[in-house]
């Protein structure tokens, strides 16, 4: 074959078949599970590498329901002012566990050091419409607030109407038997 005949296989190969023939598979059978070499296949095929035991998380407080959980964590995290925003995502690290707790320490962190959301007095307000299990999908529940978003120093969100959000929220129990969100990806 020519040189432009093998690259247009191989570019056809890959999008066909993705990368996926360029990833090693994932150990078989005969690595033994929790061996180095399985560990390694398995980081390489999916560019994680797994633990070997992950310590049992914990948060304060937890509610009886999933549901409960998820409406009181939603509603905190849509109602604040730039004041009281990066104390109010650290509440809510203390009281969620996983990615939920990540993506709020994280937003704390970024709202403590954000001068234009302190000069312009930005404030959120909303409610917690909806929450409801997603078919299909252990423990995921799509939730739906409706949000309004002011300003007292500035007037860029002047005339703002309130919108519709969804986020997509994961809830766990733990071994104290309540329930606290553990993931949680807004998705408008």
């Known amino acids: 074959m020519r040189r432009r005949q093998v690259v ?15 990833v090693p598979p994932v150990p078989s059978a005969t690595a033994p599970r929790g061996s180095t070499a399985a560990k390694l296949a398995i980081a390489q095929a999916t560019h994680e590498y797994p633990a070997s035991s992950t310590p049992r998380q914990t948060a304060a407080g937890g509610a009886a329901t999933a549901a409960q959980a998820i409406r009181a964590f939603a509603s905190a995290y849509i109602n604040w002012t730039a004041q009281t925003v990066p104390r109010q995502m650290l509440a809510l690290a203390r009281r969620s566990i996983g990615q939920a707790r990540s993506m709020v320490v994280l937003a704390a962190a970024q709202t403590a050091g954000d001068y234009e959301l302190q000069r312009g007095g930005v404030a959120n307000s909303g409610t917690v419409e ?33 919108a519709w959000h969804v986020t997509v929220a994961t809830a766990t129990e733990l071994a104290t038997g309540q329930w606290v969100v553990s993931g949680w990806q807004p998705e408008s």
Do not use: K
Not at 8 to 22: D, K, N, Q, S
């Open 8 to 22: 247009a296989v191989i570019t056809a190969a890959l999008a066909l078949g993705g990368c996926a023939g360029l």
């Open 130 to 162: 909806a929450v409801a299990a997603l078919a299909g999908r252990r423990d995921q529940y799509a939730v739906v607030t409706l949000e309004r978003t002011t300003a007292t120093n500035t007037d860029v969100y002047q005339g703002l109407r309130p």
